[in-house]
């Protein structure tokens, strides 16, 4: 599902207008089997396990209507379930992440490009 390396393309939050990323910018996701490694500027930020598990919450969580079957799994990072729940959806060559309460000035939602494999 998400397995790969995924480039940030896109970021946006309730109060802040969307903000693009060009191709290289080096913010990166790579995910294993269960492994996951986050990259800003190129540079390793994080590193641990992750977890994909269902999740039909996605609309009372965000305060967002999402169209059916869309949203429907979450990802918990090193089995922390304490704070917001960080929804997301593959499509294509795309991954979404949508978490937090936008009503509230609380949402964010960033958008990843599937990159190549790597060599």
């Known amino acids: 599902?998400?397995?790969?390396?995924?480039?940030?393309?896109?970021?946006?939050?309730?109060?802040?207008?969307?903000?693009?990323?060009p191709p290289g910018n080096g913010?990166?996701?790579?995910?294993?089997?269960?492994?996951?490694?986050?990259?800003?500027?190129?540079?390793?930020v994080k590193s641990g396990t992750y977890a994909i598990v269902a999740d039909s919450t996605v609309e009372t969580s965000t305060g967002l209507i999402i169209p059916a079957g869309q949203f429907t799994h979450r990802i918990v990072y090193d089995g922390d379930n304490s704070g917001n729940k960080v929804f997301l959806q593959v499509t294509g060559t795309e991954l979404r992440f949508v978490s937090g309460y936008f009503p509230v000035d609380g949402g964010s939602g960033r958008l990843y490009a599937k990159q190549a494999a790597d060599h």
């Open 1 to 21: 599902m998400i397995l790969g390396t995924w480039e940030l393309s896109s970021s946006q939050a309730s109060i802040i207008p969307t903000i693009n990323y």
């Open 27 to 44: 913010n990166l996701l790579k995910f294993t089997g269960s492994g996951y490694q986050s990259y800003t500027n190129g540079q390793l």
